[in-house]
DNA sequence: ACGAAAGTTGACGTTCACGTAAGTTGAACG
DNA sequence: CGTTCAACTTACGTGAACGTCAACTTTCGT
């Protein structure tokens, strides 16, 4: 048994912490193609890594309509090898905003923690008040 | 003159790239807080640091609220000392986001590096089909 | 002094990303 | 066999983050 080869909505429910309306939505904007067995959905393996990286991508701010170029990337083996140039391109900006959006988020980062420094030194002083006063 | 001490609603939206709906939006969700002139607004400095910080931290996928909380860090000379230690707590978890958000960034820039790499293998044998087989 | 330009306040509309409720279907269990 | 339960479809509702339009007032140039 290889991690059971799929899983049920529920499964997948319980596994990425999001509700059922979900998977579904995305599977209505094509973001993820659940096989059918009857008509219950079933999640393969190519499901969970796409789910895994749109909550990812979600987190940095990307859109669905984004995340869904962006996973194009992802399977293009399924594709017409005509569309790899394109969806390179597509991948090269992605890149760069991300990039970008790294660099950004260092600069943050730095920015943040010097105001905990200061704000750490305030509450210092609010520790020991007027120790110089008496 | 000191970089004009203030902006004007349209000049701010020239700057930042933003609407006049998006900068009284953000007032009414106390974002901003230009100063008046009659009924006109007068963007500070300080909000112009304050969207700085509002458009970037967009950009990581901070919703606007978040983004209030965050503020509040910065402008703590405004307010009571004793708000210090919750404003502090608060950045403390937003740094962490933010931090945790990064590793994701680099996992996620790295693996599309990858996948770009694998790409270009793909694209250079395109280029040159079948050369084996001849 | 007057008309255009810029700014203001409502108030309603829109898009995205789902939530939620109502009714249906199919497998499963006692 | 009835019912219970999970999953399904359809459809309307919702909060966030603005867009857009109407109807003022204020300001500025000529």
């Not at 393996?45 to 895994?52: I, P, Y």
């Amino acid at each position: 048994m290889m991690t059971e080869k799929f899983l049920t909505i529920r499964e997948m429910c319980d596994v990425f912490d999001v509700t059922a309306r979900t998977l579904r939505f995305y599977e209505s904007k094509e973001l993820l193609f659940p096989v059918r067995q009857g008509q219950k959905r079933l999640f393969t393996k190519r499901d969970r890594a796409r789910l895994k990286l749109i909550l990812r991508a979600k987190r940095f701010g990307f859109s669905l309509e984004q995340v869904r170029q962006l996973l194009d990337l992802y399977h293009i083996d399924d594709q017409q090898q005509t569309q790899i140039r394109k969806t390179y391109e597509v991948a090269c900006e992605r890149l760069a905003d991300m990039q970008r959006q790294r660099d950004e988020l260092d600069a943050a980062i730095s920015d943040l923690q010097e105001q905990m420094n200061w704000a750490e030194k305030i509450m210092q002083a609010d520790e020991n008040p007027k120790q110089a006063a008496e």
